[in-house]
């Protein structure tokens, strides 16, 4: 099992990013996606998820309504995209799927 996060960055308060995560190794159409959260000195936060068949979308208190999770399950990858960010968005942002396994995250950082 393989999941890998890209597309963190240095962004301006207001400004917009895309995260993906690229899996392998386990059947990906067949699990629920999540994406979590986690900044320094603060418990892992839940961000959103994402049924199978991307029927279902729940997200966070702190990023409804900003932040939009997405999965394309013949590419076997997940995709957060986040809107309006501010300076509580700053942290490591990962992913997982099957119970136990991530990925080694992407840090998104929010600041002028």
């Known amino acids: 099992v393989r999941l890998v996060e890209s597309g963190g960055d240095l962004v301006q308060p207001g400004g917009s990013l895309r995260l993906s995560c690229s899996t392998s190794?386990?059947?990906?159409?067949?699990?629920?996606m999540i994406w979590y959260r986690q900044a320094p000195g603060k418990e892992r936060e839940l961000v959103a998820w994402?049924?199978?068949?991307?029927?279902?979308?729940k997200y966070g208190d702190s990023v409804k309504g900003r932040f939009t999770i997405s999965r394309d399950n013949a590419k076997n990858a997940a995709y957060l995209e986040m809107n309006n960010l501010k300076a509580e968005d700053t942290a490591v942002y990962l992913c997982?799927?099957?119970?136990?396994?991530w990925g080694q995250g992407t840090q998104v950082t929010v600041s002028s």
């Open positions: 190794g386990f059947p990906f159409s067949s699990y629920i």
């Open positions: 997982t799927g099957p119970s136990g396994y």
């Open positions: 994402i049924s199978p068949d991307s029927t279902t979308q």
